[in-house]
């Protein structure tokens, strides 16, 4: 399978400030990512899906104002927090999905807390 | 449109017991059904996932799951139940295709008494 990596793990930051969470496969092309959010004790929630070089695609209730997607490699995208506040603070994973495997491969998360 | 349900929030068992998590699925195209492990901060991990072959499936660990269309079930057990296997597990549907989304379940939390 492929194996995806986040940077950073865990971040802690300000309110206000704007926080970016690398998500790259290290393995295979990534034509597309998905990024989840998931709060304590909750299940994941998908935010968005991400296409190289193209916009993404946001879900119903998810600010693409405030969650800023790049995809601008075949091996990297990045989710933006802008403006980060406390109710922002979170488990955010992504996740890669590959043509021709039938499933998608998980980063291992960042946990992000808003003071 | 799909959804699963797992129906409670914990199940407790004792070690060398039984494990039986259940998750029940509604899909509008043939799904593809998986389940995956969480430990406390950590990312998730596939067990097992059905994807349209044979309808018992066999993961690691010593899990297994059956899909069973007639009942829109994919219920995941485990003959003997080990200290390790607590943690959070989730089931999950999708379709099929690399941009198929995942819709999760609310997940279940596994308590394993010595």
């Known amino acids: 399978g492929a194996v995806v990596s986040q940077h950073p793990s865990w971040v802690i930051c300000k309110s206000g400030t704007s926080v970016k969470i690398e998500c790259r496969s290290l393995?295979?092309?990534?034509?597309?990512m998905f990024w989840y959010r998931q709060f304590p004790k909750q299940s994941l929630m998908l935010m968005a899906t991400?296409?190289?070089?193209?916009?993404?695609?946001?879900e119903q209730g998810v600010e693409k104002d405030k969650f800023l997607i790049n995809h601008a490699s075949l091996t990297l995208s990045t989710l933006t927090v802008t403006s980060a506040h406390p109710e922002d603070s979170s488990f955010y994973i992504c996740?890669?999905?590959?043509?021709?495997?039938?499933?998608?491969?998980f980063g291992p998360g960042t946990r992000l807390t808003v003071l | 449109a799909q959804s699963v349900t797992q129906l409670g929030s914990h199940v407790s068992v004792s070690e060398g017991a039984l494990v039986l998590l259940r998750c029940n699925y509604s899909?509008?195209?043939?799904?593809?059904l998986f389940w995956y492990v969480q430990y406390p901060n950590q990312g998730l991990q596939l067990l097992l996932k059905?994807?349209?072959?044979?309808?018992l499936v066999k993961g690691i660990n010593g899990f297994e799951a059956e899909f069973k269309k007639s009942e829109t079930s994919f219920h995941l057990t485990k003959p003997s139940a080990h200290m390790s296997d607590a943690a959070e597990y989730f089931c999950?549907?999708?379709?099929?295709?690399?941009?198929?989304?995942?819709?999760f379940g609310k997940g279940i939390t596994l308590s394993v008494r010595p």
């Open positions: 393995d295979f092309q990534a034509t597309t």
């Open positions: 059905y994807t349209s072959a044979a309808t």
């Open positions: 996740s890669l999905g590959l043509a021709g495997y039938n499933e998608q491969f």
């Open positions: 999950a549907v999708s379709g099929s295709g690399a941009n198929s989304k995942l819709t």
């Open positions: 899909s509008s195209v043939p799904p593809y």
């Open positions: 991400s296409n190289e070089g193209s916009k993404a695609t946001y």
